[in-house]
């Protein structure tokens, strides 16, 4: 009850889709778990399009089977019109080789998060929603405990302690806006202006719950089909729009460019709005911490990139696993470190952060026309700090060999530079590993990196490993393949010759050559001298 001081392992602020994975896990790990939510579910929230790997995540908390149940549209794949041609363009979950799903689901986020949340309360997590943090402290000490103030809605207080805090409340950031600087992306500042239609025309069969991103000459658009007919329709803009277009308010603009987008209104003939215009700033940042003693933050609590290929939900589920396994093993087992596994918990979420960011990039620079539009032109203008655009790329795809038939459509429909789209299809075909390598010219093992003792998920907890660091700070898993590959990598043989030798070993040739690709992207084998 309010004003009494409850004891618990762990204190979650914030019950969405980051807040009810983490809490769960901890719960089905046998640790006493708080979370204090200040809405009532179902409450409202954007973010529709669920990534196919989220269903994996979902397979985790025993979820998926009710996703199922519960009827949400199936999407396939995602169909564009994007880059120098008006015609529209599909690529398909399937054609992922590594996906264990091969669609994803859109969902209406307000039955969807309440029911997360209600399988936090089903595994035994203590949920109190309507309960809002008003204050935190964080234990002195690792045998410390730290407290969380809230007030309920009646605005009587109460005060929790815990020995770890998980920070999921948002883009509210409860602990990071405190403790942490937030970095801005200087290219993602956004705004997104949507509403919900019915009656609008969906392509038939297997591509009827695919999302719809179409460009025009200020943003692009994304169309989400929902059940019951609705569908999600919104403009991604520059924040300035705002301003430009503040005389004749944004329900004038929102519809003068749907007016400018013909495949999208061809698609609305008939159609009619069911709710009024929403407006929110989708900015990129990222907070220069995730993690700290006593507490770990998920989701948009730590980093947000942009609504295009929606990682909100799949970045928050993602990052509340991992919170669950770091803060598991921690009061688990305390011989492994704190600073080790917070250690492991920053690289394995900034990682995947990277990874997707990259992908933002790569879709937002490739769009070839209407260069004059201050949106598209700025975001040509990618500049990924310390390290070379066009090598990020590659290394974007080294970590992502397997969905190399996504890449390929991409590169026939995009406005990527020459010398990059005959690297990246020479990768794909076994025929080059990276920029400007000579697939015959001998290879060693590089002298610039570094193996570390680290540690690696094993169910609910983290266990020893061994990792990669290289000098530009990238960590890859030392797994026995790649440990082979060191080992044969002695002057001897170019980068087709190590994967034939790899293939003699019993690795299959897809796996090998994304295996070499990988390393010599990362720079852990060069040519020999």
């Not at 204190?11 to 896990?25: F, L």
Request: net charge negative; aromatic share 10%.
């Amino acid at each position: 009850m309010p004003g009494e001081l409850d004891s618990y392992d762990v204190i979650v602020i914030g019950g969405g889709p980051g807040g009810a994975m983490a809490s769960t896990v901890l719960a089905d790990s046998g640790k006493r778990v708080l979370v204090l939510e200040a809405a009532r579910f179902p409450r409202y929230h954007i973010g529709e399009s669920l990534l196919s790997g989220t269903a994996d995540l979902m397979a985790r908390i025993g979820v998926l089977d009710r996703v199922e149940r519960d009827g949400y549209i199936k999407k396939h794949g995602v169909q564009w019109v994007w880059g120098d041609s008006r015609e529209p363009w599909t690529v398909y979950f399937k054609d992922a080789l590594a996906m264990p799903y091969d669609y994803g689901y859109q969902v209406e986020r307000g039955p969807f998060d309440k029911m997360l949340l209600d399988n936090a309360r089903e595994h035994g997590v203590d949920v109190r929603e309507e309960h809002r943090v008003v204050d935190f402290t964080l234990p002195a000490d690792a045998a410390g405990t730290g407290t969380v103030t809230y007030r309920d809605a009646a605005g009587r207080t109460g005060t929790a302690e815990a020995r770890w805090i998980v920070d999921a409340s948002g883009q509210g950031g409860t602990v990071t806006r405190r403790l942490h600087s937030q970095g801005w992306d200087p290219y993602l500042k956004n705004l997104a202006v949507w509403s919900y239609w019915k009656g609008a025309t969906r392509p038939p069969g297997v591509d009827a719950g695919n999302t719809f991103l179409p460009t025009f000459d200020e943003g692009w658009w994304w169309f989400i089909p929902l059940r019951d007919d609705v569908t999600s329709i919104g403009a991604v803009v520059d924040s300035s729009v705002l301003v430009k277009h503040r005389a004749d308010g944004m329900e004038a603009y929102y519809t003068a460019a749907l007016e400018r987008t013909p495949e999208l209104a061809e698609r609305l003939a008939g159609a009619r709005r069911v709710e009024g215009l929403r407006v929110a700033r989708d900015w990129s940042y990222v907070y220069d911490r995730f993690a700290g003693d006593g507490y770990v933050a998920c989701g948009d609590a730590a980093c947000f990139i942009d609504p295009l290929f929606s990682t909100g939900v799949h970045l928050a589920m993602l990052s509340g696993f991992l919170a669950a396994v770091s803060v598991n093993t921690e009061l688990d087992h305390p011989e492994v470190g704190r600073a080790r596994v917070l250690d492991f918990y920053e690289n394995a979420y900034r990682k995947e952060f990277a990874r997707l960011r990259a992908q933002v990039y790569f879709l937002y620079g490739g769009h070839g026309t209407n260069k004059d539009s201050y949106f598209w032109h700025a975001r040509s203008q990618f500049d990924v700090p310390g390290i070379d655009p066009q090598q990020a790329f590659i290394s974007l795809i080294a970590g992502a060999f397997a969905h190399r038939s996504w890449y390929s459509r991409y590169l026939r429909q995009l406005d990527v530079p020459g010398q990059l789209r005959d690297t990246i299809e020479q990768i794909f075909d076994g025929k080059s590993t990276g920029v400007g390598v000579d697939p015959q010219r001998p290879l060693v093992r590089s002298d610039g990196f570094t193996v570390v003792e680290d540690l690696a998920v094993d169910g609910a907890h983290l266990r020893p490993a061994r990792s990669i660091r290289t000098a530009g700070g990238a960590s890859l898993a030392l797994s026995p393949p790649l440990e082979r590959l060191l080992e044969l990598a002695d002057g001897t043989g170019g980068s087709v010759d190590l994967v034939d030798r790899l293939v003699t070993g019993g690795a299959g040739r897809e796996g090998a050559q994304s295996l070499v690709h990988e390393a010599v992207s990362y720079g852990l084998l060069v040519p020999a001298t």
